[in-house]
């Protein structure tokens, strides 16, 4: 092949990868947004920065964990929103950023603010006007106040969706369920602190035909002792209740419910007391049977109400008043031990590391590409340097992150899908960076971060569409440290090796039929060789894996082997891997033969990985997700690289013969 030929080929391959990374981003960044403009909100106020600074370490019980503040207003904020940052306009029309603590505070310290933000990512028109609210675009994002006119209607529709078996119901029907969901929550939220904004009315207090008076929910709670003594009595006299005393009750009963869900932010006195409260426990605990000291429940309710009360003066005023509030609760946290590892969480999603980590793959897979274009001159050796310190730099950037997790866990760093993916994506990125130093080839090198890349935007996207904390504690069946690091770790480095030499067989087929190293018979030498060593670890790991699988089985449900969908997987995996090299050895594939069966070991991993939950079945259960577009396009891929392989092999044959 000629020099002009070859540096065609490495132009065409260098577009296409350049149009693949386009479309991953465009699909991740574009598509994937609401098309709405950016809301104004008249007398908006950004939050002082060291407000959110105090407020983010404010822990709070959820997910059977104790988390900063800042974590859970993420996660609300990615459930509703669809994103963890909001832009809008202030009354000026200055672009304001949003920040979920900031979001956070508005819900719960702003409501009148909060209600105008554009809270709700509505992914279909047709949930809105089944409910009677004036829509925008087909995907748009709308606030509490534009769907509010509809709020009993949107209920009543959910509760007759509710009744439809749930797959039968349409997807503008289970949309509607969630948008129900997502509304009576995020009104917990909202409502949240109105015991502490409104009191409760004293009725028969107003003299002279002024107003009647207020007091506070603490001020009631303090005077608990003397109602019970005084509706005992006229009980005991076959008297009905006072007006003004069932008056009060009924309002300090209603506080407690409107303030139940929402945050459980009070720690309890008693140290062997696992459950938080929230501040409608706290006062419901006053006027019933009481789990905590009624004291420390006055206590906290006058510190609650003091501090949302602060908002509506000075923010200076406020944030004092929230200082006094986070140490308090902290000092609590601390006295139990529940608060030992907020302020490093705290600083993991400041830190944004996996983002961070992105922009270095991106970079490193844009260097690589013009690495490979412009050969081994002076230019490719300093793109190789670069592209080196880029793709270290972003392993790195995934590395700290995964310790850190584990830290904040207290556990292996894979225990669910979300973990699967950035782990893999690590060691995808280490196994190519090894096989580069082995080989010094720079083939692996350039398809490091690309993978890397690859795998960190699927990590991003399952993120957005699960919203759910991946540090909570996981299910009692797996959590076992010592079988998370010796199965679950051994397995999901399995996948990770699959995954990696169905990638570079791709590659494999794509140089052969750009017909790039048709004179350089070593480079495809290499490139066998690492494909098969990755089929060989694939194999090690996948067997070891599933043996110490069976034997944690056996140790949890008395079997062995159960033949449960993930069981059936990991079994694929050794018996397609198995069959490869048994096939190789005994001469009934060679070298393509070999990159065909890698590249549809990708589709076996992926089906082992991802696709047995969906299932819906068998003990492992915790992986269950709902959206399968993206499962299906890495299908049809695989099979468009095998029909690509298989049209370039025959080409190949058909040339070899005419010079033949």
Not at 125 to 151: F, M
Not at 302 to 324: C, I, N, P, Q, S
Request: include cysteine; charged fraction near 20%; charge should be positive.
């Amino acid at each position: 092949m000629s020099n002009n030929s070859s540096k065609v080929g490495r132009w065409i391959a260098a577009g296409l990868a350049l149009l693949g990374l386009a479309a991953v981003f465009y699909n991740l960044v574009i598509d994937n947004m609401p098309k709405g403009e950016i809301r104004q909100i008249a007398n908006y106020t950004a939050w002082n920065k060291e407000t959110l600074k105090i407020a983010e370490t404010i822990p709070v019980q959820d997910g059977g964990r104790i988390k900063p503040l800042s974590t859970f207003g993420g996660f609300k904020m990615l459930s509703l929103h669809g994103a963890r940052s909001m832009e809008i306009k202030d009354g000026s029309g200055k672009p304001v950023k949003i920040t979920p603590i900031g979001w956070m505070m508005d819900t719960l310290f702003r409501p009148l603010l909060a209600i105008k933000l554009p809270t709700f990512r509505i992914d279909n028109s047709a949930v809105l006007e089944a409910i009677g609210v004036t829509v925008g675009n087909k995907r748009d994002r709308y606030s509490y106040a534009d769907i509010e006119p509809g709020r009993e209607k949107l209920i009543e529709l959910a509760k007759s969706y509710e009744a439809i078996e749930k797959g039968k119901r349409d997807p503008v029907q289970d949309q509607l369920i969630a948008l129900a969901y997502n509304f009576r929550e995020y009104e917990s939220l909202l409502g949240y602190f109105g015991f502490a904004r409104t009191g409760v009315e004293l009725r028969g207090s107003g003299k002279n035909g002024g107003p009647d008076q207020r007091a506070d929910i603490s001020a009631v709670m303090l005077t608990v002792p003397q109602i019970r003594e005084s509706v005992a009595q006229t009980t005991a006299q076959g008297l009905p209740m006072d007006a003004h005393i069932q008056s009060l009750m009924e309002q300090v009963i209603d506080a407690a419910n409107n303030a139940k869900f929402g945050i459980i932010i009070l720690p309890p006195a008693d140290p062997e007391e696992k459950i938080w409260f929230s501040a409608g426990n706290a006062i419901a605990s006053s006027i019933g049977a009481a789990k905590q000291s009624p004291q420390l429940a006055i206590h906290d309710i006058k510190m609650l109400e003091t501090t949302a009360r602060a908002v509506e003066e000075d923010e200076g005023d406020f944030r004092t008043k929230l200082t006094t509030l986070r140490d308090d609760l902290v000092k609590r946290a601390e006295a139990r031990g529940d608060y030992k590892h907020i302020a490093l969480e705290v600083d993991f999603y400041r830190m944004n590391w996996f983002l961070n980590a992105l922009a270095f793959y991106i970079l490193a897979s844009i260097t690589a590409l013009a690495m490979w274009t412009l050969g081994a001159g002076t230019a490719g050796r300093v793109l190789f340097w670069i592209t080196l310190a880029a793709t270290v730099t972003g392993l790195v950037l995934c590395i700290v992150p995964i310790v850190q997790r584990c830290i904040i866990m207290q556990r292996p760093p894979v225990g669910n899908l979300y973990d699967t993916i950035i782990f893999i994506a690590a060691n995808v990125v280490l196994f190519s960076l090894i096989i580069e130093w082995m080989t010094r080839r720079r083939f692996a090198l350039g398809i490091a971060p690309i993978l890397g890349t690859l795998l960190i935007i699927l990590a991003r996207r399952f993120e957005v569409g699960d919203a759910n904390d991946n540090m909570d504690p996981l299910v009692a069946v797996l959590n076992s440290n010592y079988w998370l690091t010796i199965h679950v770790l051994t397995i999901t480095l399995g996948y990770a090796a699959g995954l990696l030499s169905a990638f570079l067989s791709f590659i494999y087929l794509l140089t052969r039929g750009l017909r790039l190293f048709d004179d350089d018979r070593d480079m495809r030498r290499f490139f066998t060789r690492a494909v098969y060593g990755m089929v060989c670890l694939t194999l090690f790991l996948a067997l070891v894996g599933t043996v110490l699988g069976g034997i944690w089985a056996n140790d949890s449900w008395g079997r062995f082997w159960g033949w449960d969908p993930k069981e059936n997987g990991a079994l694929l995996i050794v018996l397609w891997t198995l069959s490869i090299l048994h096939a190789r050895l005994g001469g009934y594939i060679k070298e393509w033969g070999l990159h065909f069966a890698a590249v549809f070991t990708g589709a076996v991993v992926t089906f082992s990985w991802w696709h047995v939950n969906f299932l819906n079945t068998g003990l492992h259960s915790y992986g269950f997700t709902t959206q399968k577009g993206t499962l299906w396009i890495f299908y049809g891929v695989i099979l468009a690289i095998l029909l690509f392989g298989v049209i370039v092999q025959a080409l190949e044959k058909n040339r070899l013969g005419r010079k033949s």
